[in-house]
Each structure stands twice: as structure tokens, then as C-alpha cells.
């Protein structure tokens, strides 16, 4: 066995989950990563992973937690 994402577009979600998880109730990235990959929602055996794809998991998500925060400061105050 190995790990895998069931769907193609399962790495993606899984990245969004981490990063509500991460804003939402303030975990860090890492716990978020940890608590979503043991839900097995969009993996399949999340203990086989490697570290490579760990890192970039954290890595993209933290991307997507800058772009987020650069966009909240963009938006007008009047949101127009």
C-alpha cells in the first residue's frame, strides 16, 4: 500500500482545509496538516506519506495563507 489522493483535484482541497483550519481556529499549519491528513477525507494511508510531499504541502499552504493576508489588505474600506 501507498499513499495517494483519491481525486485529482484531492490535493487541492486538501490545502484549502488546512488553511480554513489554520485561520479559523487558529492551529498552526503543522497541526492543521497533521488533523486533516488523519480525517483521510482526500488521502488514502496519510501515515505512508513522504516528507518531501509534507513540506510542500506546508509550503503551498503557507503561500495560500500570504496571498489571503495580502488580499484582506487591498480591499478598500468601503468594499467598493
Not at 17 to 23: H, I, L
Not at 42 to 60: A, F, V
Request: net charge positive; glycine share 2%.
Amino acid at each position: 500500500m501507498r499513499f495517494y489522493w483519491i481525486k485529482p483535484t484531492s490535493r487541492a482541497c486538501f490545502i484549502s482545509a488546512v488553511v480554513t483550519r489554520s485561520e479559523l481556529k487558529k492551529m498552526t499549519v503543522d497541526q492543521a496538516i497533521d488533523y486533516t491528513l488523519s480525517l483521510e477525507i482526500q488521502c488514502k494511508n496519510p501515515h505512508l506519506i513522504s516528507q518531501q510531499e509534507l513540506k510542500r504541502l506546508k509550503k503551498d499552504a503557507e503561500a495560500m495563507i500570504r496571498r489571503i493576508q495580502e488580499t484582506r489588505r487591498a480591499v478598500p474600506a468601503g468594499g467598493q
